[in-house]
C-alpha cells in the first residue's frame, strides 16, 4: 500500500485545513483501518484520529476532540482530515497511516505511512 497525504500549509490560528491522504497499490482499501498521526519539532509522533475500515467508528487523540473530524471514502481509496479551530500547537508534520487491524493508537500497529504533510499554524 502506498499512501500519499497532501494539504497541509500554513494557516492562521482560528482558522481551518483540510488533509486528505490517497491510497494506491495492490491492496483492497476498505480492509484497513485508517488514521492520521503528528510529529511537531522535537516531540515524539502522536495519534490524532483513526477511523474503522467501514468508517462507522472514530476516534480522536484528546487534544483534537471536537476540532478534527476524520472521514473516509473507500471507493476514492481516500481518507481526510478535516481540521477546525487551529492552535499554534497544532503545528506538525501531519503522516497518514494505515493498520490491517482495528483502528490503533500504536504507531507499533501500524503498517504503512504516508510521506507527511506539514502543517504550520501562526499565532
Known amino acids: 500500500v502506498q499512501l500519499q497525504a497532501s494539504g497541509g500549509g500554513l494557516v492562521q490560528a482560528g482558522g481551518s485545513l483540510r488533509l486528505s491522504c490517497a491510497a494506491s497499490?495492490?491492496?483492497?482499501?476498505?480492509?484497513?483501518?485508517m488514521g492520521w498521526f503528528r510529529q511537531a519539532p522535537g516531540k515524539e509522533r502522536e495519534f490524532v484520529g483513526g477511523?474503522?475500515?467501514?468508517?462507522?467508528?472514530?476516534y480522536y487523540g484528546d487534544s483534537v476532540k471536537g476540532r478534527f473530524t476524520i472521514s473516509r471514502d473507500n471507493a476514492k481509496n481516500t481518507v481526510s482530515l478535516q481540521m477546525n479551530s487551529l492552535k499554534a500547537e497544532d503545528t506538525a508534520i501531519y503522516y497518514c497511516?494505515?493498520?490491517?487491524?482495528?483502528?490503533?493508537?500504536?504507531?507499533?500497529?501500524?503498517?504503512?505511512w504516508g510521506q507527511g504533510t506539514l502543517v504550520t499554524v501562526s499565532s
Open positions: 497511516a494505515a493498520s490491517s487491524r482495528a483502528i490503533t493508537t500504536s504507531q507499533a500497529k501500524v503498517d504503512y
Open positions: 497499490g495492490r491492496t483492497f482499501f476498505a480492509s484497513y483501518a
Open positions: 477511523i474503522s475500515w467501514s468508517g462507522g467508528t472514530t
